[in-house]
């Protein structure tokens, strides 16, 4: 039975746990990873064709199979064990790596391989994303989200430059090497340090699109589920979606690729800060209660950048902005406690993709918006008004807490996350 806490868990629980601390570890390398692979892979295209528009592709054609397949992908992990579908994704990545890195590859080529290592991220997260439950219980979980989103947002921050400043140190194919070695260590990390678990059960007529319909039936039939999964998507369409402005905008203020620079980083370092206020030092009654509100601000914030605020009230705002994104880990660890253990990975599918949807929408509507009314800091304020509108409505209802013992559960973990081979 999983612990109630009535105050928040420590970062020292939770990093207390040898499964966490593999799991950390190795979510950290892949991170490095992925961002280290978009741009010694996009260098390579450039440097062979000159073309921006080929590199532009190379580097995002990452997020195109959560689109497209993503659910499909995901529900690998509800269909054999966690641990091997982890392990076997980082491996086959750091194959797919040494592959980019052989001289003379056709930019064809190179693109594909790198969407081929872009759809094993789809079950290696949902992977984790289901495992995690398991190692930890109670708020210890919720903890632990929030130091993930910590990670990626520091990750953001720092990792395409110091990603660039390696590629630029060695060379773009010497860079996709190192690359590789990060995917190799990480399975060899996920391997010494998860437990293993048997494959959650399934029944015999199932199979792979029977169990992804199975996770989209689940989310539309769950209250709960749609809202915690409605407001996640709407949310991060209207937060992210200023994102692709930022250039533009900076444009329009006068600067250059440095203040773009300067104001997507005041995003990442609300977001930041938002994981450790909200997701550390608040109680988990508190973090359901502050859904609402944290949403809301969220994107309010945006709504004063339209009447032009002086730089340091604009930089304020972006990270109020990135500070109220923080309920994502509130409604994130109420949708996990609240699906079976069989089914958590093709429902993370399922909600992945819908927000991965939703954001490649919204920017691209952002992006029009901005084009027709020919001011980016008037379409980043109309986004602000959007996510309020479809946010006051969306979570209107507030979330109720699990029960005590309601934390579905493969196996027998103990406290410390542990189960019978």
């Known amino acids: 039975m999983a612990r109630v806490h009535a105050a928040a868990a420590t970062y020292r629980e939770v990093f207390a746990v040898r499964e966490f601390r593999g799991l950390f570890a190795a979510h950290l390398l892949s991170l490095a990873g992925d961002q280290l692979s978009k741009i010694a892979a996009s260098a390579v295209v450039f440097g062979a064709t000159g073309s921006a528009l080929l590199a532009a592709i190379t580097f995002g054609v990452g997020y195109l199979p959560w689109v497209v397949v993503g659910p499909v992908l995901a529900t690998l992990s509800d269909r054999f064990p966690r641990r091997t579908v982890m392990v076997a994704c980082d491996l086959a990545r750091m194959l797919l790596m040494l592959v980019l890195a052989v001289p003379g590859l056709p930019p064809g080529v190179l693109i594909g391989v790198l969407f081929g290592s872009a759809l094993l991220a789809p079950p290696a997260q949902a992977a984790r994303s289901a495992i995690m439950p398991q190692v930890l219980d109670g ?192 409604l994130n660890a109420r949708f996990v406690t609240e699906v079976p253990d069989t089914h958590r990975a093709r429902a993370f599918g399922v909600a992945v993709a819908a927000m991965m949807a939703g954001n490649g929408l919204a920017t691209a509507a952002s992006g029009a918006v901005s084009d027709l009314l020919g001011s980016p800091s008037l379409a980043i304020g109309l986004c602000g008004v959007a996510g309020v509108v479809c946010l006051l409505p969306l979570t209107r209802n507030p979330l109720t807490p699990p029960d005590a013992g309601s934390q579905p559960s493969a196996g027998t973990p103990s406290a410390a996350g542990r189960t019978s081979p």
């Open 139 to 330: 708020d210890r979980y919720v903890v632990a989200a929030g130091i993930s989103s910590l990670t990626a947002q520091l990750a953001q921050v720092l990792g395409f430059a110091a990603g660039g400043l390696l590629v630029g140190a060695l060379s773009p194919r010497a860079a996709l090497v190192a690359d590789a070695a990060t995917f190799g260590l990480s399975a060899l990390l996920l391997a010494l340090c998860l437990a293993r678990r048997p494959a959650p059960p399934r029944g015999p007529a199932s199979s792979v699109l029977r169990d992804t319909l199975d996770g989209v039936r689940l989310v539309r039939s769950s209250r709960t589920l749609r809202a915690c999964v409605l407001p996640a998507v709407a949310g991060a369409a209207f937060t992210s979606a200023p994102s692709g402005q930022m250039i533009a905008y900076a444009g329009e203020l006068g600067g250059g690729e440095e203040l773009a620079g300067l104001l997507l980083s005041a995003v990442s370092l609300g977001c930041v800060a938002g994981a450790v206020g909200h997701g550390r030092f608040t109680s988990p009654a508190r973090r359901l209660r502050q859904v609402r509100a944290m949403a809301v601000t969220s994107c309010l914030a945006l709504v004063p950048i339209a009447a032009g605020p002086p730089l340091p009230v604009l930089l304020a705002l972006l990270a109020l902005s990135g500070y109220g994104t923080a309920f994502q880990i509130t």
